[in-house]
């Protein structure tokens, strides 16, 4: 089966990255929200993301109108996904707003798409349950920010079929990305892995070990990462980091993964990284400065 236009569902942070990369690709792209000014927020983003390349000379500006141009904003969700090859979610990880759009796309999306879900840890198969193809569903996990990291997670649900692996597959080479098929587990495999990792930075925190910006250092130098764990937690988000600590505590019954008071009382204060200008770090003057503990 080929793949030739796919709605993406959302255009936050996730949704208009992967709408970038698959127009970039020369996919035809819907990108749908439920609100004009999340749309104009998402193209702002793309086009600045665009201008980056164009800046460094890397791409020609008529390229990237080109790009941009194979994206069409939508607000009716019907009207979004009734002629998708693909639809790709990345709306937030409410698990009952998620249930109940998969409901709406299986009802308006022609029978042979395929339905993927961006989520960073909700259940596959879950969500595949509430439509009536299961069979044809599947997590497709992309890395923030997309246009920039080279991975996709391919998801496998309790249903879902080898074709659709192959599919999902074909087009996450064609966006450029490498892919990794996982067994439905929470977390998958890269954040079953960063979210112990970043709690246990916080709890050294929390505990006085180091001061931020050490920690960060530490992790940066004596591990190559290119993000100390603290500028990492504020660049995904406080909020999303707790959400996917408690969701790791309910689904394996194990406290081992639970989050840290210290990120608890920052989400609960509203301070959720670099998107509401505080978290680990003050974003409000010319460069981050790290916060004292
Ligand atoms: N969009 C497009 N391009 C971008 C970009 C963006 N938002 N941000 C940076 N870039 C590009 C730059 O233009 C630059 O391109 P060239 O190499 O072509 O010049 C390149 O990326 C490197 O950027 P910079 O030189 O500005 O900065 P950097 O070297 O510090 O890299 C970074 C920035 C790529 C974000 C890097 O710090 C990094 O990889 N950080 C770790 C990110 C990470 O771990 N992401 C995963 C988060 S977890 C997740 O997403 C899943 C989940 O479920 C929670």
Same mark, same amino acid.
């Given at each position: 089966?080929?793949?030739?236009? %796919?709605?993406?569902?959302?255009?936050?942070?996730?949704?208009? #990255? %992967?709408?970038?990369?698959?127009? /970039?690709?020369?996919?035809?792209?819907?990108?749908?929200?439920?609100?004009?000014?999340?749309?104009?927020? #998402?193209?702002?983003?793309?086009?600045?993301?665009?201008?980056?390349?164009?800046?460094?000379?890397?791409?020609?500006?008529?390229?990237?109108?080109?790009?941009?141009?194979?994206?069409?904003?939508?607000?009716?969700?019907?009207?979004?996904?009734?002629?998708?090859?693909?639809?790709?979610?990345? %709306?937030?990880?409410?698990?009952?707003?998620?249930?109940? !759009?998969?409901?709406?796309?299986?009802?308006?999306?022609?029978?042979?798409?395929?339905?993927?879900?961006?989520?960073?840890?909700?259940?596959? !198969? /879950?969500?595949?349950?509430?439509?009536?193809?299961?069979?044809?569903?599947?997590?497709?996990?992309?890395?923030?920010?997309?246009?920039?990291?080279?991975?996709?997670?391919?998801?496998?649900?309790?249903?879902?079929?080898?074709? !659709?692996?192959?599919?999902?597959?074909?087009?996450?080479?064609?966006?450029?990305?490498?892919?990794?098929?996982?067994?439905?587990?929470? #977390?998958?495999?890269?954040?079953?892995?960063?979210?112990?990792?970043?709690?246990?930075?916080?709890?050294?925190?929390?505990?006085?070990?180091?001061?931020?910006?050490?920690?960060?250092?530490?992790?940066?130098?004596?591990?190559?990462?290119?993000?100390?764990?603290?500028?990492?937690?504020?660049?995904? #988000?406080?909020? !999303?980091?707790?959400?996917?600590?408690?969701?790791?505590?309910?689904?394996?019954?194990?406290?081992?993964?639970?989050?840290?008071?210290?990120?608890?009382?920052?989400?609960?204060?509203?301070?959720?990284?670099?998107?509401?200008?505080?978290?680990?770090?003050?974003?409000?003057?010319?460069?981050?400065?790290?916060?004292?503990?």
């Amino acid at each position: 089966m080929e793949i030739k236009k %796919i709605t993406v569902l959302g255009a936050g942070q996730m949704g208009n #990255g %992967i709408a970038h990369v698959c127009a /970039q690709a020369g996919y035809e792209v819907k990108m749908r929200d439920i609100e004009q000014r999340f749309l104009d927020r #998402g193209f702002e983003t793309i086009k600045k993301n665009l201008g980056r390349a164009v800046k460094k000379g890397k791409m020609s500006q008529e390229e990237a109108d080109t790009i941009v141009g194979r994206i069409t904003g939508v607000l009716d969700l019907k009207d979004a996904v009734k002629d998708a090859d693909l639809v790709i979610e990345a %709306i937030p990880e409410v698990v009952k707003l998620k249930l109940d !759009t998969w409901k709406e796309v299986d009802e308006a999306a022609p029978d042979h798409a395929i339905l993927a879900s961006n989520t960073s840890s909700i259940s596959i !198969t /879950q969500m595949a349950a509430v439509t009536k193809r299961p069979e044809q569903f599947i997590g497709m996990h992309f890395f923030n920010p997309v246009p920039v990291m080279g991975l996709v997670e391919i998801i496998k649900g309790a249903a879902t079929a080898d074709s !659709t692996v192959d599919v999902i597959k074909t087009v996450s080479e064609k966006v450029g990305k490498k892919t990794v098929i996982v067994n439905e587990a929470p #977390g998958f495999a890269v954040n079953r892995v960063l979210i112990p990792a970043i709690n246990e930075a916080i709890l050294a925190i929390q505990e006085g070990v180091a001061t931020v910006e050490d920690m960060d250092l530490a992790i940066k130098l004596g591990l190559n990462w290119p993000m100390g764990p603290l500028t990492l937690a504020d660049f995904v #988000g406080l909020d !999303t980091l707790l959400y996917i600590a408690d969701y790791f505590v309910d689904e394996f019954k194990d406290s081992k993964y639970r989050a840290p008071a210290l990120l608890r009382k920052m989400v609960r204060a509203g301070w959720l990284g670099r998107k509401t200008g505080k978290g680990f770090y003050d974003y409000s003057g010319e460069k981050p400065v790290p916060l004292r503990f």
